[in-house]
Structure formats: structure tokens, C-alpha cells
T-cell receptor, first 118, second 114 residues
């Protein structure tokens, strides 16, 4: 089935530094990827939609300059948290629309990245 | 805007028993998709079952089945013969066919008692 590989799974960074999270679709072309943020025992909050070769579409309230999204190829989307602060600590998940049919028009999710800013 | 409501923050079930998780949604669209996802402690989101709104027949996947009531905008998940591995957080999700974005409910934490 369709697989989305997300790295790193865990990262700890110092306040003020930037962190890049990668999501790769391994066996299909993901023209669209979605980035979510999830706090403990809470729902997934959509941050932005990235489309290959164009600018990402951010949800209301999400800072574009803080959460930089790049989708330069059909198999790779990246989320960079710039000038990270402790309040950015969270679980970040990417997902891609699976056109292979195995996902049944659902989304295939990455395994998530736990970001801790100290 | 579409909303998805899961009114049961926590549920528990005895192993081998049956449990039903509730989900209601609000939309003005006539064509859409509904999903149940499972998020175990590993936090990997796993698709459990999906339902296309235009299909009247309720979807079934082995021990998992849904009760889709389109007029009532209800989409409940029934887990039969519950297993310890079913313990997880379950999310109901709505997706408009064209928009491609999903709206998730707040989740239901399912505990399976041995």
C-alpha cells in the first residue's frame, strides 16, 4: 500500500533555532500534502495544504513565516519551523492523498514528528 | 464550514464484546466521504473504514462496520469481538470531495478491558 515516510520521528531543539521535517511519498506521487499539528489527546489541526510546484495554502491563524512549507517535488514536502519557541512543541503529522486506490480515497499519514523546543 | 462531533471522549469495552462509537457531522454538501481513523499509542494514523455518501450500503471491514444515516448526518463505528489491540484513539473525519481537506472530530479514546 501507499507509504508516507516522515523524518525525524523525534527532535529536540533549542529555542530560536529552526527545524525541518520531511515527508516523502515512497511509492506514489503526492501532488498534495497536508500538514497537521496535534496536541496530546487532542484532535488533528490542519495547518496548511502544500501543492507541488506552488505556494502552500495556510489555514487561518497559522503563521506563514514561522511554518515554512516547501513542496518542490512530487514525492517530497518539507515543513520548517523557524525561530522555534517552547510553545511550538507539539506533534506534527503529514498526510498525502492516496491516488493508488489502496487508501480508498483516504489519506496516508506519516508516522509523525514529536518536536520539543527547550 | 463542516463540523464533526464525537460526543464520547472516552469509551471502554470488555474484550470480545461489541462497542459503538458515535459521530455526527454537519454539512450542506450532498457528496462527500466519511472516515474512521485509529491512532494507537504509537500515534500512527491508520484508516479503519470509509464511506462514500452516495452509497446507501453501510461499509464493513472485518470486525468494523458503520451505521451511516445520511439524513441524520450520523456515522457511527461498531467494533465487534473487541480485541486488546483495538485500544486506541478513534477519530471520525469528513472530507468534501472537491476540497480535499479533512475535518476531524475531537476523538474517542477506547479502552479494551481483558
Amino acid at each position: 500500500g501507499a507509504v508516507v515516510s516522515q523524518h525525524p520521528s523525534r527532535v529536540i531543539c533549542k529555542s530560536g533555532t529552526s527545524v525541518k521535517i520531511e515527508c516523502r511519498s515512497l511509492d506514489f506521487q503526492a501532488t498534495t500534502m497536508f500538514w497537521y499539528r496535534q496536541f496530546p489527546k487532542q484532535s488533528l489541526m490542519l495547518m496548511a495544504t502544500s501543492n507541488e510546484g506552488s505556494k502552500a495554502t495556510y489555514e487561518q491563524g497559522v503563521e506563514k513565516d514561522k511554518f515554512l512549507i516547501n513542496h518542490a517535488s512530487l514525492t517530497l514536502s518539507t515543513l520548517t519551523v523557524t525561530s522555534a519557541h517552547p510553545e511550538d512543541s507539539s506533534f506534527y503529522i503529514c498526510s498525502a492523498r492516496d491516488y493508488t486506490g489502496t487508501g480508498g480515497y483516504g489519506y496516508t499519514f506519516g508516522s509523525g514528528t514529536r518536536l520539543t523546543v527547550v | 464550514a463542516q463540523t464533526v462531533t464525537q460526543s464520547q471522549p472516552e469509551m471502554s469495552v470488555q474484550e470480545a464484546e461489541t462497542v459503538t462509537l458515535s459521530c455526527t457531522y454537519d454539512t450542506s454538501e450532498s457528496d462527500y466521504y466519511l472516515f474512521w481513523y485509529k491512532q494507537p499509542p504509537s500515534r500512527q494514523m491508520i484508516l479503519v473504514i470509509r464511506q462514500e455518501a452516495y452509497k446507501q450500503q453501510n461499509a464493513t471491514e472485518n470486525r468494523f462496520s458503520v451505521n451511516f444515516q445520511k439524513a441524520a448526518k450520523s456515522f457511527s463505528l461498531k467494533i465487534s469481538d473487541s480485541q486488546l489491540g483495538d485500544a486506541a484513539m478513534y477519530f471520525c473525519a469528513y472530507r468534501n470531495t472537491n476540497a480535499g481537506k479533512s475535518t476531524f472530530g475531537d476523538g474517542t479514546t477506547l479502552t479494551v478491558k481483558p
